[in-house]
């Protein structure tokens, strides 16, 4: 069974830019997160669908947006990018996230760089 | 209020030694789930090893156990006979329910490890 897979896998940008960052999930599975990783901040959440509706979210500005469609691949998009933005974004992947048990299987990142 | 504490920013252990990896968490839910991945220099994080919040045994994947002791709200990871292929970093990460009724993952800030030859 394939895995997490997320396109780009690195991207660099200038400020005030756009960007979309796509994930595909593990075949079957309905839920997709996005978190962002950086070296100060550690591992933030950003948001989850499932289902193609945005069923959590994390403490975010609007300029980060996702969705998802219905074969579950998910696209995150972050306008007008801030050097701030600068970070490993992640995507996972789990079945269905309504049980404690659920693990999340991650892609391999999407490294962005804003300059 | 910080929900998932590792309190080693950096271990270091030698080749074939075992090495514990510490985790707290704070949460006042009764269901829960604590998870523990390893991200290597590559970046993708891996899952290694799940314990439930009413699972009586301590998991084990492996060379991977995790020791949970629920009334000090602590779930360790111990990793036997290191290999130099366990350098990483370790997140512990606790899956609790959010307000919108369904659960969200929280992690820590991560352990780095370091297997010496």
């Known amino acids: 069974k394939a895995g997490v897979t997320q396109t780009p896998r690195y991207l660099i940008k200038t400020r005030g830019q756009q960007v979309t960052l796509s994930c595909s999930p593990i075949s079957g599975h309905r839920s997709v997160s996005w978190y962002q990783q950086t070296p100060g901040q550690g591992l933030q959440f950003l948001f989850e669908?499932?289902?193609?509706?945005?069923?959590n979210k994390g403490n975010f500005p609007g300029r980060f947006s996702g969705r998802q469609f219905s074969n579950s691949r998910s696209e995150m998009n972050v306008s007008t990018l801030e050097l701030g933005d600068s970070a490993l974004y992640l995507c996972a992947s789990s079945l269905d996230g309504l049980a404690p048990s659920g693990e999340q299987y991650f892609g391999p990142g999407t490294r962005l760089t804003v300059t | 209020a910080q929900k998932i504490t590792q309190t080693q920013p950096g271990m270091f252990v030698q080749e074939k030694e075992a090495v514990t990896l510490d985790c707290t968490y704070d949460?006042?839910?009764?269901?829960?789930?604590l998870f523990w991945y390893k991200q290597p220099s590559s970046g993708e994080m891996i899952f290694l090893i799940y314990?439930?919040?009413?699972?009586?045994q301590n998991a084990t994947e492996g060379r991977y156990s995790l020791n949970f002791q629920k009334a000090r709200k602590s779930a360790n990871l111990v990793i036997s006979a290191s290999q130099l292929g366990d350098s990483a970093m370790y997140f512990c990460a606790m899956r609790e329910l959010h307000t919108s009724g369904t659960y969200k993952y929280i992690f820590g800030t991560g352990t780095r490890l370091k297997v010496l030859a």
């Open positions: 314990q439930g919040s009413y699972d009586e």
């Open positions: 669908y499932f289902s193609e509706t945005q069923r």
């Open positions: 949460t006042s839910d009764q269901s829960y789930g």
